[in-house]
Nanobody, 124 residues
Framework: QVQLVESGGGLVQAGGSLRLSCAASLRTFSNYVMGWFRQAPGKEREFIAALSRNGDMTYYAESVKGRFTISRDNAKNTVYLQMNSLKPEDTAVYYC?????????????????WGQGTQVTVSS
């Protein structure tokens, strides 16, 4: 059974940093594009960042560009999201997801597997 398990969420003050991790029990992790999404209360799930299979190409939502960094360690079957300069509007449940694809796709509809989510709360 495929599992994606996020960790690293929590409560942080505005301007602070958090690092999210997502451990995946995918047999061929390096064959998956990995993405991070978030969902705030009353809002739709939105794309945050995505990373190609070998990590050489990254994509970010405009709202987080320059503040968040996505990375992966294929030897550890893990993807990370470093979040700096956090703002109250970053408050949401953050999800990692895996897409069995060659090209990076940004819409959540393409992703095959999802984690359970981790809460990030940024206080002002």
């Amino acid at each position: 059974q495929v599992q994606l398990v996020e960790s690293g969420g929590g409560l942080v003050q505005a301007g602070g940093s958090l690092r999210l991790s997502c451990a995946a029990s995918l047999r061929t992790f390096s064959n998956y594009v990995m993405g991070w999404f978030r969902q705030a209360p009353g809002k739709e799930r939105e794309f945050i960042a995505a990373l190609s299979r070998n990590g050489d190409m990254t994509y970010y939502a405009e709202s987080v560009k320059g503040r968040f960094t996505i990375s992966r360690d294929n030897a550890k079957n893990t993807v990370y999201l470093q979040m700096n300069s956090l703002k109250p509007e970053d408050t949401a449940v953050y999800y990692c997801a895996a897409d069995f694809a060659v090209v990076v796709r940004l819409s959540p509809k393409w992703y095959d597997y999802w984690g359970q989510g981790t809460q990030v709360t940024v206080s002002s």
